[in-house]
């Protein structure tokens, strides 16, 4: 059975879906009024003793615990230069370098192998549809289906190409300092489209049926597509220099040059938070429960589990971090002007675990069967 999340922990039938009856197995769920006779726990997000509930931790692992750390380590890219870009896909990370031929490919985020690309300013890559795509200034794009062989393709126009993302079977790319847009189903072949208005769009990211795109523009700007074609001008909730935009766990996260960053649950509808320290936010990413992102000219991070409560991470050097990924369990970091790259893991708790927070309606309480 499966917890009816991204997690798919094995918990018998929890979250709430037992809501009367008998909950025979470890990690079952009821909904009562009072507590159940025998071995339960009230679901209510508390830490507990592995050792006390060691059934119901190995049913459950770490999937609520609370992170107890977030440690970074330096890694060596194959050559120092401006790694601008880096993304994750089909078991790889890929780097592509501005203003290069020079791309580096790595399984694991450590050992990095220097690749070869067709020659332009590069600003961004990304990975769907079994492609990894890449964009950058003028008509060339490149595509990959590995990471290693990369062929040139064109995009419709030549202009300041300046982030590219995948959802929904179709990748869309933005321009900077321009109207232009521009959609493709494989990478190979590309359309021109049309943003509501000039601006310095910056980043764009798909989640829950949406393309959201922030601007650069020192203003409120941003935009939402369902399909990469059809944009329609949205309004964040403060004039700042927004910087990217990510989306994970149900929420579009955005973050500003400042303290500021913003939640919006579909790109329309958005409210402030605030970033832990003022300073130049490049990249955001969202991974195993975790909002992270880096900034450039200093060694500072923020992690955040929810996009609304931030903590201040430190990066292991002071670099200008441009760009930050999640895949195969690690956050991965690359900065310009260096072979420094950084990698960071959740670390949780060695002797307690975290209970999942269910919430009932009044009167009703969920209880988990620990044993």
């Keep these: 059975m499966s917890l009816g999340n991204p997690l798919g922990n094995p918990l018998g ?33 508390r830490q507990v003793p592995q050792a006390t509930y060691s059934r119901l931790f190995t049913a459950l692992g770490h999937a609520f615990s ?3 750390g977030f440690p970074v380590t330096q890694r060596d890219m194959p050559l120092s230069s401006g790694w601008i870009s880096v993304t994750y896909g089909n078991g ?14 790595s399984t694991d985020g450590i050992t990095w192998t220097r690749r070869v690309l067709p020659n332009t300013n590069w600003k961004s890559v990304t990975y769907g549809n079994g492609i990894f795509v890449a964009v950058g200034y003028g008509l060339i794009a490149a595509t990959s289906p590995d990471g290693v062989t990369w062929t040139q393709q064109s995009l419709p126009i030549s202009t300041n190409w300046q982030s590219v993302a995948y959802g929904n079977g179709i990748f869309v790319a933005l321009a900077s300092n321009s ?7 494989d990478g190979i072949n590309w359309n021109l489209r049309s943003m509501p208005f000039s601006s310095l769009w910056q980043s764009v990211s798909y989640g829950n049926g949406v393309f959201v795109a922030v601007s650069s523009s020192n203003g409120n700007f941003a935009a939402t597509s369902p399909d990469g074609i059809t944009w329609t001008q949205r309004s964040l909730p403060v004039t700042a220099t927004w910087t990217a935009v990510t989306y994970g766990n149900g929420l579009f996260v955005a973050i500003a040059n400042t303290t500021i960053a913003a939640t919006s649950p579909d790109g329309i509808n958005w409210t402030q938070r605030a970033i832990p320290n003022s300073t130049n936010w ?6 195993n ?13 923020a992690t955040s589990p929810d996009g609304i409560t931030w903590s201040q991470q430190t990066m292991p050097v002071n670099q200008n971090w441009s760009s930050v990924t999640y895949g ?28 999942p927070n269910l919430i009932a309606n009044y009167p009703l309480t969920s209880y988990m069967r620990v044993a």
């Design 92 to 105: 790889l990370f890929v780097s592509v370098v501005q203003n290069s031929t020079i791309a580096a490919t």
């Design 289 to 301: 429960g975790l909002f992270v992102t880096v900034a450039q000219a200093n060694n500072i991070a």
């Design 66 to 68: 609370a992170m107890s």
């Design 179 to 185: 109207i232009s847009a521009a959609t493709s189903l």
């Design 282 to 287: 490049a990249s955001v990413t969202y991974g």
């Design 328 to 355: 195969s369990g690690l956050f991965l970091a690359v900065s310009t002007a260096s072979a420094i790259a950084a990698s960071a893991q959740k670390t949780f708790s060695a002797t307690t675990f975290g209970l």
């Design 13 to 45: 039938n929890p979250m709430g879906l037992a809501r009367s009856g008998a909950a025979t197995n470890v990690g079952d769920v009821v909904t009562r009024t009072t507590k159940p006779q025998g071995n339960f726990l009230e679901t209510d997000g």
